[in-house]
Nanobody, 124 residues
Framework: QVQLVESGGGLVQAGGSLRLSCAASGSIFSFNVMGWYRQAPGKQREYVAGITNGGSTNTADSVKGRFTISRDNVKNTVYLQMNSLKPEDTAVYYC??????????????????WGQGTQVTVSS
Protein backbone atom coordinates (compact mmCIF):
# COMPACT_ATOMS: atom_id res chain seq x y z
CA GLN A 1 0.00 0.00 0.00
CA VAL A 2 1.45 3.33 -1.06
CA GLN A 3 1.63 6.01 1.61
CA LEU A 4 2.43 9.66 1.16
CA VAL A 5 3.14 11.55 4.37
CA GLU A 6 3.33 15.34 4.34
CA SER A 7 5.08 17.47 6.93
CA GLY A 8 6.39 20.98 7.37
CA GLY A 9 3.19 22.99 7.54
CA GLY A 10 2.56 25.63 10.15
CA LEU A 11 1.81 29.26 10.89
CA VAL A 12 3.98 31.93 9.28
CA GLN A 13 3.73 35.66 8.74
CA ALA A 14 3.24 37.11 5.29
CA GLY A 15 6.56 37.30 3.47
CA GLY A 16 7.92 34.29 5.33
CA SER A 17 8.95 30.85 4.11
CA LEU A 18 8.11 27.22 4.73
CA ARG A 19 9.35 23.97 3.25
CA LEU A 20 6.91 21.11 2.91
CA SER A 21 8.06 17.52 2.63
CA CYS A 22 6.28 14.50 1.20
CA ALA A 23 7.79 11.16 2.13
CA ALA A 24 6.71 8.14 0.09
CA SER A 25 6.59 4.64 1.54
CA GLY A 26 8.44 3.20 -1.44
CA SER A 27 10.67 4.33 -4.28
CA ILE A 28 9.45 7.53 -5.89
CA PHE A 29 10.67 6.20 -9.22
CA SER A 30 7.47 4.15 -9.26
CA PHE A 31 5.60 7.40 -9.82
CA ASN A 32 5.70 9.16 -13.16
CA VAL A 33 4.71 12.43 -11.52
CA MET A 34 4.54 13.71 -7.96
CA GLY A 35 3.47 17.07 -6.74
CA TRP A 36 1.29 19.27 -4.62
CA TYR A 37 -2.27 20.46 -4.53
CA ARG A 38 -3.90 22.77 -2.01
CA GLN A 39 -7.40 23.43 -0.79
CA ALA A 40 -8.54 26.53 1.03
CA PRO A 41 -11.77 26.59 3.07
CA GLY A 42 -14.80 26.75 0.81
CA LYS A 43 -12.73 26.39 -2.35
CA GLN A 44 -11.93 23.60 -4.75
CA ARG A 45 -8.64 21.77 -4.64
CA GLU A 46 -6.07 23.72 -6.66
CA TYR A 47 -2.96 22.50 -8.46
CA VAL A 48 0.30 23.96 -7.13
CA ALA A 49 3.32 22.18 -8.62
CA GLY A 50 4.50 18.91 -10.12
CA ILE A 51 7.76 17.12 -10.86
CA THR A 52 8.39 14.14 -13.12
CA ASN A 53 10.65 11.20 -12.37
CA GLY A 54 13.02 12.77 -14.90
CA GLY A 55 13.15 15.97 -12.88
CA SER A 56 11.05 18.23 -15.11
CA THR A 57 8.97 20.68 -13.09
CA ASN A 58 5.81 22.66 -13.54
CA THR A 59 4.32 25.29 -11.24
CA ALA A 60 0.98 27.05 -11.24
CA ASP A 61 0.95 30.69 -12.33
CA SER A 62 -0.34 31.72 -8.90
CA VAL A 63 2.87 30.57 -7.19
CA LYS A 64 5.42 30.85 -9.99
CA GLY A 65 8.57 32.61 -8.85
CA ARG A 66 7.73 31.99 -5.19
CA PHE A 67 7.37 28.21 -4.86
CA THR A 68 9.91 25.60 -5.99
CA ILE A 69 9.37 21.85 -6.18
CA SER A 70 12.24 19.41 -5.91
CA ARG A 71 12.90 15.77 -5.14
CA ASP A 72 15.45 13.61 -3.33
CA ASN A 73 15.47 10.17 -4.91
CA VAL A 74 17.61 8.69 -2.13
CA LYS A 75 15.19 9.81 0.58
CA ASN A 76 12.10 9.11 -1.57
CA THR A 77 10.90 12.59 -0.72
CA VAL A 78 9.47 15.50 -2.66
CA TYR A 79 9.74 19.03 -1.34
CA LEU A 80 7.89 22.28 -1.84
CA GLN A 81 9.90 25.35 -0.92
CA MET A 82 7.51 28.24 -0.39
CA ASN A 83 8.89 31.77 -0.21
CA SER A 84 7.25 35.19 -0.05
CA LEU A 85 4.13 33.63 1.37
CA LYS A 86 0.86 35.53 1.14
CA PRO A 87 -2.34 35.19 3.19
CA GLU A 88 -4.03 33.76 0.09
CA ASP A 89 -1.61 30.83 0.23
CA THR A 90 -3.40 29.64 3.37
CA ALA A 91 -4.73 26.15 2.70
CA VAL A 92 -4.29 22.48 3.41
CA TYR A 93 -1.50 21.27 1.15
CA TYR A 94 -1.72 17.73 -0.21
CA CYS A 95 0.98 15.61 -1.77
CA UNK A 96 -0.15 13.54 -4.75
CA UNK A 97 1.40 10.93 -7.01
CA UNK A 98 0.54 9.44 -10.37
CA UNK A 99 1.88 6.09 -11.54
CA UNK A 100 0.98 6.64 -15.19
CA UNK A 101 0.41 9.54 -17.53
CA UNK A 102 2.35 12.72 -18.04
CA UNK A 103 2.62 15.92 -16.10
CA UNK A 104 -0.18 17.53 -18.12
CA UNK A 105 -2.52 14.83 -16.77
CA UNK A 106 -1.34 15.51 -13.24
CA UNK A 107 -2.02 19.23 -13.67
CA UNK A 108 -5.58 18.35 -14.71
CA UNK A 109 -6.10 16.45 -11.47
CA UNK A 110 -5.36 12.92 -12.57
CA UNK A 111 -3.40 11.15 -9.84
CA UNK A 112 -3.59 7.82 -8.07
CA UNK A 113 -2.44 8.57 -4.53
CA TRP A 114 -2.57 11.46 -2.12
CA GLY A 115 -1.57 12.16 1.45
CA GLN A 116 -3.50 13.34 4.48
CA GLY A 117 -2.51 16.98 4.02
CA THR A 118 -0.64 19.56 6.07
CA GLN A 119 -2.05 22.93 7.11
CA VAL A 120 -0.30 26.11 6.02
CA THR A 121 -1.56 29.34 7.55
CA VAL A 122 -0.16 32.71 6.51
CA SER A 123 -1.04 35.66 8.71
CA SER A 124 -1.16 39.23 7.42
Amino acid sequence: QVQLVESGGGLVQAGGSLRLSCAASGSIFSFNVMGWYRQAPGKQREYVAGITNGGSTNTADSVKGRFTISRDNVKNTVYLQMNSLKPEDTAVYYCAADTGGVIEDFVRGEYDYWGQGTQVTVSS
